[in-house]
């Protein structure tokens, strides 16, 4: 008992980081940096992971299903959803019955959609009418430069895809504010009044047509540059997905470069470092390694593309087929009940300029690991997930055999906020599930800072979790 340590200790993991595993730290924070740049929407994380993913030849599942193609292990196979939720999957050598090994991240983050009838012309400006998507602080959103990304579809089904604000010689947009001479009502206002939601309207412009027709020569003259640069009218807007986010390249932070800063990392800290993992799955796996990268988790998981919707289920129920002859409804579930997965989200990182909202010795700290979430929810738990002692012990396992650095962590005090993740989402098949991600400071805000070693070991995390071979029956 004497060399037995009795006490537990967190500390800073670049204090013992060997010069080899620096190396691969700063090249994994490296792709993870360009994947945040190209990865502003949904929409656009979907597509990169999805490039990637063919890249290493991945299949379609669903051309597979069509073409009544039989499933081997080490069989490399994905699905996509509406170009905005995706599934990957490596087959593992054992049935998939026995279950699988999941990582589910989602890819949406807080932002500005553009209204069905946006453009309107006031004050000799034209402006885009938006709706806040998320948990967002409306003040963090005004004066800054915004760019816009998404998409027209239109009535004949072509898409028209747009982006601007992200390369150097594009225009940027933004929200107005008042300045402090005039805006001493507004700051007699609450953090959370002074800005309004229907006030989240963007400046689009401000010469005028020299269209002699139009009454609204300013609103023309976007119409024009819309219709001159995409080929789109008033009406397009109708049925398009518009979202304004932060605009710029996200950097690294610190004068020793330990930190990243960006837009998006809520949850794409988690989503790139799940696909990364995959992508890294050397050897045929002895349970299936499966990835999810899913939308809509900010506003409730709803939707087709939301983990409310059955796309993850049906997706297994077509693998099923493919592996085996006898598919059944108890195949499925059995498959689905003995997966066990890593609900891949991040937690909130201790704030020292904001110590009264946190517990410190319960609360993520930075560059300190990856950190498991064992319950979420608010107050007592409410709405949350609450893993089992069991499944956290064989991820502390994994993790040990993996030289993995990991801590605990809550979100925030007793009674003082909370949150959720898809986690009790997939808890409905009974399978074991417990939230495993990168702590984030200034998270829901337009740019948010995550430190690269919890990013290195997130994915350190999840690649070990996804090639574990021994698991208790």
């Not at 809520?266 to 799955?281: H, I, P």
């Not at 059944?328 to 066990?340: C, G, M, N, P, Y």
């Not at 064992?374 to 107050?379: D, E, F, L, N, V």
Request: one cysteine or more; glycine letters at 10%; charged letters at 25%.
């Amino acid at each position: 008992m004497k060399n037995k340590t009795l006490t537990y200790t967190r500390s800073n993991g670049y204090q013992k980081l060997a010069p080899a595993e620096l190396k691969k730290l700063e090249a994994l924070a490296s792709l993870y940096r360009s994947f945040l740049g190209k990865a502003k929407t949904e929409r656009l994380a979907h597509d990169a992971a999805l490039k990637a993913l063919k890249e290493a030849g991945f299949q379609d599942l669903d051309a597979l299903v069509r073409g009544k193609a039989a499933l081997k292990p080490g069989d490399k196979v994905y699905r996509s959803s509406s170009g905005k939720t995706l599934l990957a999957a490596v087959i593992g050598r054992r049935p998939l019955e026995d279950g699988l090994h999941i990582v589910g991240s989602h890819m949406d983050s807080p932002r500005l959609d553009v209204k069905p009838n946006p453009l309107y012309e006031s004050g000799e400006m034209a402006l885009l009418d938006t709706h806040y998507y998320g948990g967002i602080k409306k003040y963090q959103w005004v004066a800054m430069p915004l760019a816009l990304h998404g998409v027209f579809i239109k009535k004949d089904g072509r898409k028209v895809s747009v982006s601007i604000g992200e390369d150097a010689n594009d225009p940027v947009f933004c929200i107005t504010d008042l300045l402090p001479h005039l805006g001493q009502d507004q700051m007699r206002k609450t953090m959370a009044d002074g800005i309004e939601g229907e006030n989240l309207d963007v400046l689009a412009g401000s010469i005028p047509s020299k269209s002699a027709k139009a009454k609204e020569k300013i609103k023309q003259r976007m119409l024009e540059i819309l219709h001159e640069r995409y080929g789109v009218t008033e009406e397009d807007f109708l049925s398009a997905e518009l979202e304004f986010v932060p605009a710029g390249a996200p950097r690294e932070g610190g004068l020793d470069r330990s930190l990243i800063i960006g837009y998006g990392q809520d949850d794409r800290a988690c989503a790139f470092t799940a696909l990364q993992a995959l992508l890294d799955v050397a050897q045929t796996p002895d349970y299936t390694a499966c990835v999810l990268l899913v939308d809509k988790e900010e506003i409730g998981s709803y939707g087709a593309t939301g983990m409310e919707s059955r796309f993850f289920e049906n997706s297994i129920a077509e693998m099923l087929g493919l592996c085996r002859a006898a598919y059944s409804e108890l195949t499925l579930k059995r498959a689905l009940s003995r997966s066990w997965m890593l609900s891949a989200d991040v937690n909130s990182a201790f704030d020292p300029l904001y110590p009264a909202v946190s517990e410190k010795k319960n609360a993520a700290l930075l560059n300190h690991g990856t950190c498991l979430t064992k319950y979420t929810g608010s107050r007592g738990k409410s709405g949350g997930s609450d893993a089992g002692a069991e499944f956290l012990a064989e991820i502390r396992r994994i993790f040990a055999a993996n030289h993995v650095t990991w801590q605990a962590g809550e979100l925030g005090k007793v009674d003082q906020g909370g949150g959720g993740t898809i986690a009790w989402l997939m808890a409905r098949y009974g399978m074991e599930v417990v939230d495993c991600g990168a702590p984030l400071l200034s998270m829901h805000a337009p740019w948010e800072v995550s430190g690269k070693f919890d990013v290195y070991m997130t994915y350190k995390g999840y690649l070990a979790f996804l090639k574990d071979k021994r698991r208790k029956p």
